[in-house]
């Protein structure tokens, strides 16, 4: 834990400037716009503690692997988010001093995140060693209207001198990732211009060929003033710049307004984009700071008005939730098919690569319930396009006939993870991809995406997991043997509960989609069998027979679900009953120790519970529940969110409610000491879901929106926003009772617990609790 | 395979010079003499391909550990056989133009390994492209009598030419290892110096500070007349030089002789080292080439007679045993209990560190046999004084109370291997140095060995198992969960029989060692007790309660051993139904598949067969191999062994010689096309088992020997030496009968098959069949 951040329902704010807390607040104040994003590093040069990192939505970098032992079918490459040349930058010189935050005295610091606005602020009063005093307001933002612009405001006042203040803004190209195998530099320059007032650089990757190129311009005004510029002009090998030095007096505001373009060859033919960056920064410059900032503003009222989360009562929760749905809507859009969600979004490089399961997981019911159908339809779009490498992935495996296993971590399709435990064995994922066109379509009502995207994805992973089960003639069922499931403090494990449940749920859901099609589009199901040389009768035969004779472990004392065969071979300890001294265990424990053990690093079991609800009764629910929450130590930020989820489902609210504080202030109180290397954005997801399928206990149930609701004594009301097929519902719940606004479409009915009620349009219903 | 060696009875020989098998024969011309060790590169400059390999016993480098995902628990550093300073070179110049066999052309090539005299012969004529051709004799032995020392004799005769010859011996400690994580040099020079007629390099290793010396001394020759010399000296950082340059006429032979001293700290004190190599290369040029070669051939005959495995009727074998005996004197001599053997001894890099559980599983059986007990004893005291490291080690995987795990690989007894599924789970290792004591006490009658040593060896080791394995209130048994067998196609299983089997003995065996020193030695069992803070009652208790109420899995339908709980899940496919074109399977399959599958690399629950065949009747013994060596895909050198002792033991002689082929030339047919990497040292003592204790059914039972001998069809006669309690008996089996000399030592008695037979003092017994 570290708390250094002041509560407020809007903004995240930093009080002082502590040079320990400058890479974890670099992190949290990042910003995105779907197609960059940067963290929040300083403008002025800075000598001290920092990770730099400016990044560029679908631009990485396929880094060779590195293993210490390699296995047979380990991939080539890591694929590395990239760091990306910087264009943030102004150099700022007080009587010839640089200003250096870790060689000032400085005082009155305060950073803020606005997230109504989607602007980070900073402000100081800085006294250099040559005693020069000055105060810095500066303000950026991504534009959300023109994602490829980014503007900086930027202004110094002498408060105790008269004198010479100079800026360098400039672009450098000379960076490098922190987390590089073979300590590389991954860029190659191809051009730099630097003329009066604009500079360029356009830049490659080493490999794979992306080119970017990031242009600048800027203004300097005095007091308001815009000044004429006599800039010494700099062009380097891998740096362009601008200085520019005004006489400033005492108390007189010296701004610089630098507008940045930031252009990827996957937007741009790679011959244009040196002059496309001069035309969009030239068009950004033009409109001014003033229109860019407003028309900014405006779109994120827009996006908080459809997925805004409103508690009263505590300031903490609110601030926290914000937070997370901000961050989730600073790094994806949908409006780009080949862009996914990566577990740390544009805050940091750890885990590389884009896409996890993360994203149907946990990130697919957010977008669902906030945004356009489309945008999820982006996302599954994504694996559509993906299928063949899925499929080429599966055959490096040693599987036949199209049979499809999607990659653990992935940025093109290609598999680019390097533990064989994961790598190999975390083949659940295949499973959520499936089940993600099954939520889309259950939640959207879309059932034609079957029949365009959505059976070959289904068959192609339903071919994976009828040739990954087999018989045995021991026990004369089918089993999965060698897994590893959602909880990967075991590895290697026969038969667990949740990768045998999704992937007998994934061919039963894939024989209802067959019928589905052959049904609704006739020639479309030929077409799809003829591309797949699909075999309808023998291929959905052997489902039916895998569906019929599927192996499951279970208790038989209690008839507790049994995550693994062998499960209950373990000693049973109560994550309680550990020594606080020794949490979290994966920071104390060797790693067989913690594989040995029987404690769960997430929801394993329950993760199928919570899919599978449906299937099985309260009981039966509970008796899961309360047997693996107490072993779970919830070590992943993945975890407590499922189990909130649960606990409401089950009644137990103050359970949910400290489970939902586990994942609501993850990142802003840095519980794990982490989130210096970024934000878990993927994370963020689970606390929304926390909160709309938890306490609110939304469901889709036969087309139909259900809710369960429920409050947390801790909080006065909370009120959440739900698009569903065509309707834009306001859901708040009180102590008093529910209240449900219908903000857009047509008629509604829908579900409060048992009972059917109808919501006219742009009308509400009100239910008070007896 | 890669068939390009003559068969010959006692040299190995390569007729003709093909650059591309040059690395597989530096590793198969390897000379050693268990204080250092090369591999058989060329004296003469050669710009070819080649590895380097100069290796100093003991002297070692913690290379720092690469792996793809650090896991807690992982050790700081991999241990590096450490190529070190170059000391054989020479190089010669013709006319002015370098000799490089990568350069001219080469005709009449032939290197010979003459084993019985430990001496690496190569001769050649070469034509370079001056027009110049010479003959070219070069011969060297590292001395067995004098293990500091290593000897060349390099003669040049021109064949068609008058002219200067220069000779340029050098010392050269600008080397790496090929297989370095970080590319890193790891030497530093200390001293260099050249003079006339001699010169020496000091280097220390950049981490541990080892420190060596290389000392040279030569004089030259020509038609065997000692010239003066008027060298030019070169000293440069890391080298020193002679160059002499002499006027030949056509057929005189120009020859250099060139002694070297390799001295380390672990035999000298730092200070002394430089001053030492002097006194060492002196005295060796003093005493001179001949008597050097004299007195090394001579020792190298003693060790030949109590070690020689004759083979009649079958050249290609008696090659290979030699071979393989030969390769093992060369590496280890017993002489220093801080050695060990590497799996590759002093032929190559891979798999750096020096020590295995192959020493005691496969090493212990040879030297016990074929060397005086000290040899063996102090590969026992090398554990026994590393006892503290096991205990840190176990420590580290969170036991407690002194118990003691021995690491996977290891120089000094730190763990220095990094897969976790080997370093953490491969735990059996544990049991094999446990019944190393058993075995050598079984085969010295050493007891006394238990209260010196071993001891407390086997209390940290049973006090190991006793925590590793755990109670299932499920099975009401006791259970050892998460392991790798020998069989590393299996990771993380669960009561893997073989592990259970050894760790379930080691405490039985522990238990009776208590009982053998108190009843022997009370006032010493007493100061264990106090040492170890051994609670005697308590503890063996809790051995015995497991001893008692251990789970074995087995298969109910045909009482075969389980190789784990679940292996009768997997699909049931035998080696030889698969594609020989995906064998090795290692190199074919995706290492989740081949965990997947029910193929074995090697020996596993067969391994506890063998080792514990007195606690099995034949039948039982007969099931598991019949059941296990078709499910075995032999992919471990360490496999065709073990099986072809069992296959002995159950009679089928034509099965347990074509698994004998598979061991025997392995190398020397390069199998497995990776011999370039260097020599499988470890595995050459299981090809002298398939023969001792397989053919000749070599046992100890009740302290006497025991034979049980058959006769490979294709074979004529075999005979082996045998030490044995004071006793050396040559053992000749042919298709006649069987006889049996007693060499040295007392009146012996001893069984074959089921007959106790006495052979008096240096008299002979002969057996003919009926």
Same mark, same amino acid.
């Given at each position: 834990?570290?708390?250094?951040?002041?509560?407020?329902?809007?903004?995240?704010?930093?009080? +002082?400037?502590?040079?320990?807390?400058?890479?974890?607040?670099?992190?949290?104040?990042?910003?995105?716009?779907?197609?960059?994003?940067?963290?929040?590093?300083?403008?002025?040069?800075?000598?001290?503690?920092?990770?730099?990192?400016?990044?560029?939505?679908?631009?990485?970098?396929?880094?060779?692997?590195?293993?210490?032992?390699?296995?047979?079918?380990?991939?080539?490459?890591?694929?590395?988010?990239?760091?990306?040349?910087?264009?943030?930058?102004?150099? %700022?010189?007080?009587?010839?001093?640089?200003?250096?935050?870790?060689?000032?005295?400085?005082?009155?610091?305060?950073?803020?995140?606005?997230?109504?606005?989607?602007?980070?602020?900073?402000?100081?009063?800085?006294?250099?060693?040559?005693?020069?005093?000055?105060?810095?307001?500066?303000?950026?933002?991504?534009?959300?209207?023109?994602?490829?612009?980014?503007?900086?405001?930027?202004?110094?006042?002498?408060?105790?001198?008269?004198?010479?203040?100079?800026?360098?803004?400039?672009?450098?190209?000379? %960076?490098?990732?922190?987390?590089?195998?073979?300590?590389?530099?991954?860029?190659?320059?191809?051009?730099?211009?630097?003329?009066? @007032?604009?500079?360029? &650089? *356009?830049?490659?990757?080493?490999?794979?060929?992306?080119? %970017?190129?990031?242009?600048?311009?800027?203004?300097?005004?005095?007091?308001?003033?815009?000044?004429?510029?006599?800039?010494?002009?700099?062009?380097?090998?891998?740096?362009?710049?601008?200085?520019?030095?005004?006489?400033?007096?005492?108390?007189?505001?010296?701004?610089?307004?630098?507008?940045?373009?930031?252009?990827?060859?996957?937007?741009?033919?790679?011959?244009?984009?040196?002059?496309?960056?001069?035309?969009?920064?030239?068009?950004?410059?033009?409109?001014?700071?003033?229109?860019?900032?407003?028309?900014? %503003?405006?779109?994120?009222?827009?996006?908080?008005?459809?997925?805004?989360?409103?508690?009263?009562?505590?300031?903490?929760?609110?601030?926290?939730?914000?937070?997370?749905?901000?961050?989730?809507?600073?790094?994806?859009?949908?409006?780009?098919?080949?862009?996914?969600?990566?577990?740390?979004?544009?805050?940091?490089?750890?885990? @590389?690569?884009?896409?996890?399961?993360?994203?149907?997981?946990?990130?697919?019911?957010?977008?669902?319930?906030?945004?356009?159908?489309?945008?999820?339809?982006?996302?599954?779009?994504?694996? #559509?396009?993906?299928?063949?490498?899925? &499929?080429?992935? =599966?055959?490096?495996?040693?599987?036949?006939? @199209?049979?499809?296993?999607?990659?653990? /971590?992935?940025?093109? +399709?290609?598999?680019?993870?390097?533990?064989?435990?994961?790598?190999?064995?975390?083949?659940?994922?295949?499973?959520?991809?499936?089940? =993600?066109?099954?939520?889309?379509?259950?939640?959207?009502?879309?059932?034609?995406?079957?029949?365009?995207?959505?059976?070959?994805?289904?068959?192609?992973?339903?071919?994976?997991?009828?040739?990954?089960?087999?018989?045995?003639?021991?026990?004369?069922?089918?089993?999965?043997?060698?897994?590893?499931?959602?909880?990967?403090?075991?590895?290697?494990?026969?038969?667990?509960?949740?990768?045998?449940?999704?992937?007998?749920?994934?061919?039963?859901?894939?024989?209802?989609?067959?019928?589905?099609?052959?049904?609704?589009?006739?020639?479309?199901?030929?077409?799809?069998?003829?591309?797949?040389?699909?075999?309808?009768?023998?291929?959905?035969?052997?489902?039916?027979?895998?569906?019929?004779?599927?192996?499951?472990?279970?208790?038989?004392?209690?008839?507790?679900?049994?995550?693994?065969?062998?499960?209950?071979?373990?000693?049973?300890?109560? *994550?309680?009953?550990?020594?606080?001294?020794?949490?979290?265990?994966?920071? !104390?424990?060797?790693?067989?120790?913690?594989?040995?053990?029987?404690?769960?690093?997430?929801?394993?079991?329950?993760?199928?519970?919570?899919?599978?609800?449906?299937?099985?009764?309260?009981?039966?629910?509970?008796?899961?529940?309360?047997?693996?929450?107490?072993?779970?130590? #919830?070590?992943?930020?993945?975890?407590?969110?499922?189990?909130?989820?649960?606990?409401?489902?089950?009644?137990?609210?103050?359970?949910?409610?400290?489970?939902?504080? $586990?994942?609501?202030?993850?990142?802003?109180?840095?519980?794990?000491?982490?989130? !210096?290397?970024?934000?878990?954005?993927?994370?963020?997801?689970?606390?929304?879901?926390?909160?709309?399928?938890?306490?609110?206990?939304? $469901?889709?149930?036969? @087309?139909?929106? /259900?809710?369960?609701?429920?409050?947390?004594?801790?909080?006065?009301?909370?009120?959440?926003?739900? $698009?569903?097929?065509?309707?834009?519902?306001?859901?708040?719940?009180?102590?008093?009772?529910?209240? /449900?606004?219908?903000?857009?479409?047509?008629?509604?009915?829908?579900?409060?617990?048992?009972?059917?009620?109808?919501?006219?349009?742009?009308?509400?219903?009100?239910?008070?609790?007896?």
């Amino acid at each position: 834990m570290n708390e250094y951040l002041k509560h407020d329902e809007w903004c995240i704010i930093e009080e +002082g400037f502590k040079p320990e807390n400058h890479r974890a607040s670099e992190s949290i104040f990042s910003l995105g716009n779907g197609n960059m994003g940067q963290r929040a590093m300083f403008e002025e040069h800075y000598s001290g503690e920092t990770l730099q990192g400016t990044y560029v939505a679908g631009v990485y970098y396929p880094d060779k692997t590195r293993v210490g032992w390699w296995k047979n079918g380990y991939p080539e490459y890591f694929a590395k988010v990239l760091n990306a040349p910087t264009w943030i930058n102004i150099d %700022v010189k007080i009587n010839g001093e640089m200003l250096d935050l870790a060689k000032c005295e400085v005082s009155n610091f305060v950073r803020t995140l606005n997230m109504k606005e989607g602007v980070l602020e900073r402000s100081f009063i800085a006294t250099l060693s040559n005693g020069n005093k000055v105060k810095v307001e500066a303000k950026r933002f991504l534009s959300i209207v023109t994602s490829e612009v980014g503007v900086i405001r930027y202004s110094v006042t002498p408060l105790n001198f008269d004198g010479k203040i100079s800026f360098t803004p400039y672009i450098d190209a000379d %960076v490098m990732n922190e987390d590089s195998n073979y300590d590389e530099k991954f860029w190659e320059v191809l051009a730099v211009k630097s003329i009066k @007032g604009e500079g360029y &650089i *356009a830049a490659k990757t080493k490999k794979l060929d992306f080119h %970017v190129c990031m242009g600048m311009k800027y203004e300097v005004c005095k007091d308001g003033q815009k000044q004429e510029l006599h800039p010494i002009l700099t062009e380097e090998e891998k740096y362009v710049a601008n200085t520019v030095e005004f006489d400033v007096e005492q108390d007189q505001e010296l701004s610089i307004y630098k507008y940045a373009s930031v252009l990827s060859s996957l937007n741009h033919a790679k011959a244009d984009i040196f002059n496309n960056a001069q035309v969009v920064v030239s068009a950004a410059s033009e409109k001014s700071y003033g229109s860019l900032l407003e028309e900014h %503003v405006s779109a994120w009222a827009d996006k908080w008005a459809h997925s805004d989360i409103v508690i009263e009562g505590d300031v903490a929760a609110q601030q926290a939730i914000r937070f997370n749905i901000f961050q989730m809507n600073q790094t994806y859009t949908g409006e780009d098919e080949r862009l996914n969600i990566g577990p740390k979004g544009f805050t940091g490089e750890k885990y @590389g690569g884009s896409t996890y399961w993360d994203t149907e997981a946990y990130c697919v019911p957010f977008y669902l319930s906030t945004s356009k159908p489309e945008v999820t339809r982006n996302l599954l779009i994504y694996r #559509h396009k993906q299928l063949q490498k899925a &499929i080429e992935n =599966a055959e490096k495996l040693g599987f036949t006939n @199209g049979a499809a296993l999607y990659p653990m /971590v992935t940025m093109n +399709g290609e598999e680019c993870h390097n533990e064989w435990e994961i790598t190999f064995e975390e083949i659940h994922r295949n499973g959520a991809i499936a089940f =993600a066109i099954y939520n889309y379509i259950r939640h959207t009502g879309d059932e034609k995406y079957l029949a365009e995207y959505g059976l070959d994805v289904l068959i192609g992973i339903s071919r994976f997991w009828s040739q990954r089960i087999t018989f045995s003639e021991a026990k004369k069922k089918y089993v999965m043997l060698g897994v590893t499931g959602p909880n990967e403090y075991e590895n290697n494990i026969n038969n667990n509960w949740y990768t045998s449940t999704i992937a007998n749920w994934c061919m039963k859901y894939t024989r209802e989609a067959l019928q589905i099609v052959k049904a609704s589009n006739p020639d479309r199901l030929k077409e799809i069998m003829s591309n797949l040389n699909f075999d309808f009768e023998v291929e959905t035969a052997k489902w039916k027979d895998i569906n019929e004779n599927m192996f499951y472990p279970i208790d038989e004392e209690t008839g507790v679900f049994l995550q693994q065969e062998g499960y209950m071979d373990k000693e049973q300890i109560l *994550a309680a009953d550990l020594d606080p001294a020794i949490r979290p265990i994966n920071q !104390h424990w060797s790693w067989d120790r913690i594989l040995r053990s029987c404690f769960i690093k997430q929801a394993d079991v329950l993760q199928g519970v919570y899919l599978f609800e449906d299937q099985f009764d309260e009981e039966t629910i509970k008796k899961n529940y309360d047997f693996y929450e107490p072993r779970t130590v #919830h070590e992943s930020s993945l975890s407590p969110c499922i189990h909130s989820i649960l606990a409401s489902k089950i009644g137990d609210i103050d359970g949910a409610y400290q489970l939902y504080l $586990r994942t609501s202030r993850l990142d802003l109180d840095d519980y794990n000491k982490e989130v !210096h290397e970024g934000l878990h954005i993927t994370s963020m997801a689970g606390t929304w879901m926390s909160i709309v399928e938890g306490f609110g206990g939304l $469901r889709v149930v036969n @087309g139909k929106l /259900v809710l369960n609701p429920l409050i947390p004594k801790e909080w006065k009301s909370y009120s959440f926003k739900i $698009r569903f097929r065509g309707n834009l519902l306001n859901v708040r719940v009180s102590e008093e009772g529910v209240g /449900v606004i219908n903000e857009e479409g047509e008629d509604i009915s829908l579900f409060i617990q048992d009972d059917e009620y109808k919501i006219e349009k742009e009308s509400s219903l009100v239910i008070e609790h007896a």
